[in-house]
């Protein structure tokens, strides 16, 4: 395996001065409704909103001088867009971002507002890909992809590096798997600081391409994926699969309706603000609970972007 | 003045099984945004969802022996039923919440989760009094008033207490006014902690009782206030309005308008969840940020008891 923890703890103190130190916070009335002891590492109060902060700030600080000033580049509307354009901001690189014409305008303003280049493409992988590749011929910035880059991954398993830290012992470790960033990540992190304990994923049965990939034993890509959780759309690549396939015991696969039910949990008996992805894992404890009675189960939340003008609750 | 820092000190310390300390959060954002340095004491991270079960605390636990039997009462169907409710159960002793028939049935459930006695009567002024009335014949019940009364309001100051014990130092501390317990409790921490602080309130230009209150020397009373600031409606006290005539600054009246632009404000950038009362220190100082420019402001966030099917983002 190529990432150390070493090389999680080095990502951890580079990126120190560029992220918060997240808090994680507990319910009385969800330990309760769970019969779980829950620790949620609120990563919704990350700076730019979401955990990818973590792995955006560790790749743009692991550049060399000459890549600096080329700047970096990737495809993303989503978090992880918005998370490299302000982690470029914060140490003076260009950022140059390809975003579908079709993305949502706030989207597209949160990247600008972090002073980054916007490259708009049609909606369609091919022409992301191929705009993403002139800009880079054009710039030579550097691409960061999403999730299947090492240093992306030892930045997202500095989330987990935290929980661990800030809780005494935990018995289960819950992340949700979209392309399998965070949940690589906080398996090595789980793997490495506290190997007695099971690392849990949740996934939408709308987009259970991870699910599927564990069961097949080789990557099966994610085809249209339909599910509320627009965080975990895309496929597991070929640095996340191996360490997901290794080190998770398992990924539980909910509905939209039961992930709705956990959000909804989420914000009226915690009052934070959480994304559909977050509730994921909740709602995965919440199918199978006697599976985690009484255990100390710690849940990554992993981001609170939400359009306030379009929310599930009715 | 009846209420001296060993009131609200013991007040703290009587509580202190009953409540959480709230964090106090910030925002580097909404610093940019109002040229302030914002604290925010999270009271919506209480138990029961609000600054009230403070206040509601400190009463129980100050009845004697011979009180606690009978238990106590009273007519609220907000925050301060469901707060009243939570501390009795805590303690193991009857709780009597007289309630209008028409309070929305979310709040009905919440008071009757707490083991409260939910005792309905017409939706009136009159007949919440006279229902109250009975009760307390009835059962020998504690009438705990929901603001105008010592024990509650010295509760209610802890949390003013906890703000400024947790910051190093203030310019400013603002909370809202509805009627006036968390205003006084708060003026009066300021005043014996940090005597050099001004105190400065809001309220909504539609419940703009406590505003008018000021200018006229006397308690002129709320006349069918219409703000969407449901926890600020009703009416100043004789015990809590000399409190704020003597160590209020100002009060700052806001609109509905600028509440949830306040609140939008919160919701977006600090991912917490906040009833629309909250939001209304904030509107104040954005109306006027000239007012604040460079201080340190400390603001209490009342409450996160929002109905989440009805929200006023468009």
Same mark, same amino acid.
């Given at each position: 395996?190529?990432?150390?923890?070493?090389?999680?703890?080095?990502?951890?103190?580079?990126?120190?001065?560029?992220?918060? @130190?997240?808090?994680?916070?507990?319910?009385?009335?969800?330990?309760? /409704?769970?019969?779980?002891?829950?620790?949620?590492?609120?990563?919704?109060?990350? @700076?730019?909103?979401?955990?990818?902060? @973590?792995?955006?700030?560790?790749?743009?600080?692991?550049?060399?001088?000459?890549? @600096?000033?080329?700047?970096?580049?990737?495809?993303?509307?989503?978090?992880?867009?918005?998370?490299?354009?302000?982690?470029?901001?914060?140490?003076?690189?260009?950022?140059?971002?390809?975003?579908?014409?079709?993305?949502?305008?706030?989207?597209?303003?949160?990247?600008?507002? !972090?002073?980054?280049?916007?490259?708009?493409?049609?909606?369609?992988?091919?022409?992301?890909?191929?705009?993403?590749?002139?800009?880079?011929?054009?710039?030579?910035?550097?691409?960061?992809?999403? !999730?299947?880059?090492?240093?992306?991954?030892?930045?997202?398993?500095?989330?987990?590096?935290?929980?661990?830290?800030?809780?005494?012992?935990?018995?289960?470790?819950?992340?949700?798997?979209?392309?399998?960033?965070?949940?690589?990540?906080?398996?090595?992190?789980?793997?490495?600081?506290?190997?007695?304990?099971?690392?849990?994923?949740?996934?939408?049965?709308?987009?259970?391409?991870?699910?599927?990939?564990?069961?097949?034993?080789?990557?099966?890509?994610?085809?249209?994926?339909?599910?509320?959780?627009?965080?975990?759309?895309?496929?597991?690549?070929?640095?996340?699969?191996?360490?997901?396939?290794?080190?998770?015991?398992?990924?539980?696969?909910?509905?939209?309706?039961?992930?709705?039910?956990?959000?909804?949990?989420?914000?009226?008996?915690?009052?934070?603000?959480?994304?559909?992805?977050?509730?994921?894992?909740?709602?995965?404890?919440?199918?199978?609970?006697?599976?985690?009675?009484?255990? /100390?189960?710690?849940?990554?939340?992993?981001?609170?972007?939400?359009?306030?003008?379009?929310?599930?609750?009715?």
């Amino acid at each position: 395996m190529s990432i150390t923890l070493t090389n999680i703890r080095e990502a951890h103190q580079r990126i120190a001065l560029l992220i918060h @130190r997240t808090p994680v916070l507990t319910s009385e009335t969800l330990n309760r /409704r769970s019969g779980a002891q829950l620790f949620f590492k609120c990563e919704n109060f990350q @700076r730019a909103g979401a955990f990818k902060m @973590r792995g955006a700030a560790n790749a743009v600080l692991s550049l060399s001088e000459a890549e @600096r000033q080329r700047g970096v580049a990737t495809h993303s509307s989503g978090n992880h867009g918005q998370a490299l354009a302000k982690a470029a901001q914060s140490v003076g690189i260009p950022a140059y971002i390809v975003m579908p014409r079709t993305a949502p305008k706030v989207k597209q303003q949160a990247v600008a507002e !972090y002073g980054a280049e916007i490259i708009f493409c049609e909606p369609t992988l091919q022409a992301r890909e191929d705009t993403l590749a002139a800009v880079i011929e054009d710039t030579g910035a550097t691409f960061v992809h999403p !999730y299947n880059n090492d240093q992306v991954i030892a930045g997202q398993a500095t989330a987990a590096l935290e929980l661990i830290e800030d809780t005494e012992t935990l018995d289960v470790v819950m992340a949700p798997v979209g392309g399998g960033g965070l949940l690589s990540g906080t398996a090595l992190s789980t793997h490495y600081l506290l190997p007695q304990a099971e690392v849990i994923s949740g996934e939408p049965t709308g987009a259970d391409d991870a699910f599927r990939s564990l069961q097949a034993g080789k990557i099966i890509p994610s085809e249209q994926p339909n599910t509320i959780a627009d965080g975990l759309l895309t496929s597991l690549g070929d640095k996340t699969f191996p360490i997901i396939q290794e080190y998770v015991k398992e990924i539980i696969t909910v509905s939209d309706e039961e992930i709705i039910v956990a959000m909804r949990l989420i914000w009226e008996r915690m009052k934070i603000i959480i994304e559909p992805s977050c509730a994921v894992p909740l709602a995965a404890l919440l199918q199978c609970p006697s599976s985690f009675s009484g255990k /100390r189960v710690g849940i990554i939340l992993t981001g609170g972007n939400v359009d306030l003008a379009s929310l599930p609750f009715a």
